[in-house]
C-alpha cells in the first residue's frame, strides 16, 4: 500500500515498509504499507499549507457537495473496505460493513450541519456594552485553524478517521492523516474514497510508517495546528508535547455500570453483556466494570452468565460474537489482569480459555480494589465485578480511577439516577443503558486521563475552527432622535 501526497499515491524513498498483521490467524502477515520518512513527511505538510490557503475561500456548498460524493463513494466502495477491517483488525464481517455504512451517514450529516453553522456569523453593537455608544460594529466569523492532524485508533480506523476529516474539511481545513497499522488498509481505501471525489490536491492526505519512528515528528510537527486524536496512552504523551495546538483526545476508559438493587435486572444483564463483549470488548466504551449491589448480585451475574454461554466464539469471516483481540500483546496483558486477579481470590465464572490471540468471553467475580483487573483496562472480553453495599460506595469506585469516559446506572428511580449520573467523573452517563459513542452526533468527551476537549459534529467543528472579529469604526453620531 502507498502513501498519498499532494492527490498521487506513492512508493517511500525509504525503501522500507511496514506490516499489518492478520489477528485471526496466529497474527500472520496480511498487508504491507510504506515506511515514510521525516522528508516525506514535511512535504505532505507543505502541500496541505498550500492547498489550505486555496480551500478555506472555497464556498460552503461546494465543500459540502464534495463531502457529499465522498459519502457516496464509501457506500458504494463498502466491500472492500470492510474486507480490510476483517482482515487486519478481526472485526465481524457485519459489523465492518456497519462501520463504513455509519462513517457515510456522518459524512453527509457533517455536510449539512457545517453548511449551517458555519454559514451564520454574529454581529455586535458597542452600545450593548455600558459606557459605550454606537460608534463600532463587530462582525464575528468562524474561520479554520489551519492543517488539521488526525491519528485514529485500530479498533474503529474509518468511523474514528471519518469524524476527524469530515468536520475539518467543511470548516476549511486541510488534513494530513496518519493510520493505525493494525487497521491502515481500511483507512487508506477511505482516503482513495475522498480523493475520487474531486478533493483538491494537498487537502486530503495520508502519512504512513511506524509511529516509534514517525510519531512524535508528525505531532510536534511546526505545520500542524490543530491534532485530533483517538487511542490510549499514547495519547497523553502527544498531550505533553504538542505546545500551542488545538488539541482533541479521546484516551482509555473504566466505563462503570452501576446496577441499583430497584434495577430491572433482565435489561441490565442484556446492557451488559451487548457493552462489555460487543467487538471483544476492543471499545473505549466498552463496559469495564460491574458495579452491583449485593442483594441482586447473584441473580444478574446469573442472568448475564446465561447470555454468555450463548455467545459464539471463532472467526470475523463468520460473524462470531467474539474474535481475537488484535495482538498477541494484547492477548497477553489481559491473561496478566486475569491470573492477578485469581490469584487474589476473585471467581471465574467461566473457565479460562485462550488459543493465540482469541480469548474465550469470561466474567470475574468477587474483583477486590487490591486486584489490577479493578483499574487497568484489559480491553478484551473480560469483566470484572464488585459487589457494593451503597451508593457511596459504588460512586468512590468511579470517582477513584484515573479514567472518566462514560458510565451507566440502572434504576427504575430517576431522581435517584439523576443523582448518580450527577456526582458521576465522566464525560457522559447512560442511565438504563450500556455506554456508546454514538449517534455521532451527540457530544462525546472524557475527563481525567480519558481525554482532552469534546467530540461529536457540532463540538468538532468548533475544535477545528478559531474565531475571528472584525470591528469597524464609526463615525460619532452628530444627531440625535428626536
Not at 514517525?214 to 490510549?232: C, K, R
Not at 482509555?252 to 451487548?274: E, N, Q, Y
Not at 480469548?359 to 465485578?385: A, R
Not at 459513542?437 to 468527551?445: E, T
Request: hydrophobic content about 40%; glycine content about 8%.
Amino acid at each position: 500500500m502507498r502513501y498519498s501526497v499532494d492527490g498521487t499515491w506513492r512508493t517511500s524513498a525509504s525503501g522500507s515498509t511496514c506490516e499489518a498483521l492478520n489477528p485471526s490467524k496466529a497474527n500472520a502477515p496480511a498487508n504491507r504499507f510504506q515506511a515514510c520518512t521525516t522528508s516525506e513527511v514535511d512535504e505532505v505538510f507543505a502541500k496541505a499549507r498550500e492547498a489550505q490557503r486555496t480551500w478555506q475561500r472555497t464556498p460552503l456548498h461546494a465543500r459540502a457537495a464534495l463531502l457529499h460524493r465522498a459519502a457516496t463513494l464509501m457506500r458504494e466502495n463498502a466491500g472492500e473496505m470492510a474486507e480490510a477491517l476483517v482482515l487486519e483488525v478481526a472485526k465481524g464481517a457485519k459489523d465492518a460493513r456497519v462501520e463504513v455504512e455509519r462513517s457515510a451517514d456522518l459524512i453527509d450529516y457533517t455536510a449539512e450541519e457545517g453548511v449551517r453553522l458555519l454559514g451564520e456569523g454574529k454581529l455586535l453593537m458597542s452600545d450593548s456594552f455600558p459606557g459605550n455608544d454606537r460608534t463600532k460594529l463587530c462582525m464575528a466569523s468562524k474561520v479554520p485553524v489551519g492543517i488539521i492532524l488526525c491519528i485514529p485508533p485500530f479498533n474503529y480506523p474509518v468511523n474514528l478517521c471519518v469524524s476527524k476529516i469530515a468536520p475539518a474539511l467543511i470548516a476549511g481545513n486541510t488534513v494530513v492523516v496518519k493510520p493505525p497499522t493494525q487497521g491502515c488498509t481500511a483507512t487508506l481505501h477511505m482516503i482513495q474514497c475522498f480523493l475520487k471525489a474531486g478533493f483538491p490536491a494537498g487537502t486530503v492526505q495520508a502519512v504512513t510508517g511506524r509511529g516509534g519512528e514517525i510519531g512524535d515528528y508528525l505531532t510536534t510537527h511546526p505545520e500542524v495546528n490543530a491534532i485530533s486524536f483517538t487511542g490510549g496512552e499514547t495519547g497523553i504523551r502527544v498531550a505533553q508535547k504538542a505546545g500551542m495546538v488545538a488539541l482533541q483526545t479521546e484516551l482509555g476508559g473504566k466505563d462503570a455500570c452501576i446496577v441499583l438493587p430497584d434495577a430491572d435486572l433482565d435489561l441490565a444483564a442484556k446492557s451488559i453483556v451487548k457493552g462489555g463483549f460487543s467487538y471483544s470488548g476492543q471499545r473505549c466504551t466498552a463496559v469495564k466494570l460491574v458495579a452491583v449491589f449485593e442483594e441482586v448480585a447473584d441473580e444478574l451475574l446469573s442472568k448475564v452468565n446465561a447470555q454468555i454461554a450463548k455467545m459464539t466464539v471463532g472467526q470475523p469471516e463468520d460473524d462470531a460474537t467474539i474474535t481475537a483481540v488484535v495482538s498477541k500483546s494484547s492477548a497477553d496483558f489481559i491473561q496478566s489482569l486475569v491470573v492477578d486477579a485469581e490469584s487474589k481470590g476473585a471467581r471465574l465464572c467461566q473457565e479460562w480459555r485462550r488459543e493465540d490471540n482469541l480469548i474465550w468471553p469470561l466474567l470475574i467475580d468477587n474483583v477486590t480494589h487490591d486486584m489490577k483487573i479493578c483499574w487497568e483496562e484489559p480491553f478484551g472480553p473480560v469483566l470484572p465485578v464488585v459487589r457494593v453495599k451503597s451508593d457511596a460506595e459504588a460512586l468512590e469506585l468511579v470517582n477513584k480511577s484515573r479514567f472518566g469516559l462514560q458510565g451507566c446506572v440502572f434504576t427504575k428511580d430517576i431522581d435517584r439516577a439523576i443523582q448518580m449520573a450527577d456526582a458521576m467523573e465522566t464525560g457522559t452517563v447512560q442511565i438504563n443503558g450500556p455506554p456508546a459513542r454514538g449517534p455521532d452526533h451527540f457530544p462525546f468527551q472524557g475527563v481525567k486521563d480519558s481525554g482532552i476537549g469534546s467530540q461529536g459534529i457540532t463540538n468538532s467543528i468548533n475544535v477545528m475552527t478559531k474565531v475571528k472579529s472584525t470591528v469597524i469604526n464609526l463615525s460619532k453620531p452628530s444627531y440625535t432622535v428626536a
